[in-house]
């Protein structure tokens, strides 16, 4: 007796289809390793060198000539732009927008001259 004429057509269609997408051993390595590359790819993406918990910071005082840009720029993170600066200072003092205020007290990234310069005093 046949099994295939056993099957009702559902499971005629089901066996089908499971027998279209069987991968032998070569292409399900080359699945894995793309669905790897994928997942190291997006990690690479969304931890980027230099998130908050990774840059030494220092505080400063914010004098009524200088902007989220300017600072930015000053103690920029190497490898960063300044406007990725820029956001990582936002992060770091849970700023919404650019504004700061005159004699407020922020954190900013901490350069090595800035370090060294705050050791020695």
Do not use: C
């Amino acid at each position: 007796m046949d099994r295939a004429n056993d099957r009702t057509p559902t499971q005629r269609q089901a066996a089908h289809v499971a027998t279209a997408i069987r991968l032998d051993a070569t292409e399900a390595l080359l699945v894995a390793a793309v669905v790897i590359a994928l997942l190291y790819a997006l990690t690479v993406a969304v931890a980027r060198p230099g998130a908050p918990a990774d840059v030494p910071t220092t505080t400063i005082r914010v004098s009524d000539t200088q902007t989220l840009w300017s600072l930015a720029s000053e103690y920029r993170v190497s490898g960063f732009s300044t406007a990725q600066t820029a956001e990582l200072i936002k992060d770091l003092n849970g700023m919404d927008d650019s504004s700061l205020q005159a004699g407020a007290r922020i954190l900013v990234p901490a350069t090595t001259e800035l370090a060294t310069a705050l050791a020695l005093r």
